[in-house]
């Protein structure tokens, strides 16, 4: 059974800084492809970034140039450093782990709250 932690979420005023941190067990960490995703009121779940265990990464538009996801496969742990906050960027974020053919079998974490004020 896949166990994903998460942590870091919180109250931040816009412009601000958060970093979320998501960690599980196991030692072929480095094999999953690790992901963050949000959810908005209202919202359908969609994705903000991933990287796979070599460090490739892709992010979604919005956050591109504020976001950065990063990972320490010795610590099994995703990282997601947010900067530059915007009250649209108020929503429960979710750790991911995808493994699998095109990386089809996906786990979730229980997600945490990120809530930017104006």
């Known amino acids: 059974q896949v166990q994903l932690v998460e942590s870091g979420g919180g109250l931040v005023q816009a412009g601000g800084s958060l970093r979320l941190s998501c960690g599980t067990s196991?030692?072929?960490?480095?094999?999953?492809?690790m992901g963050w995703y949000r959810q908005a009121p209202g919202k359908q779940r969609e994705l903000v970034a991933t990287?796979?265990?070599?460090?490739?990464?892709n992010y979604a538009d919005s956050a591109k140039g504020r976001f950065t996801i990063s990972r320490d496969n010795a610590k099994n742990t995703v990282y997601l450093q947010m900067n530059s906050l915007k009250p649209e960027d108020t929503a429960v974020y979710y750790c991911?782990?995808?493994?699998?053919?095109?990386?089809?079998?996906?786990?979730w974490g229980q997600g945490t709250q990120v809530t930017v004020s104006s």
């Open positions: 991911n782990l995808a493994t699998g053919f095109r990386w089809s079998t996906a786990y």
């Open positions: 196991g030692n072929i960490f480095r094999l999953f492809r």
């Open positions: 990287i796979t265990g070599g460090g490739d990464t």
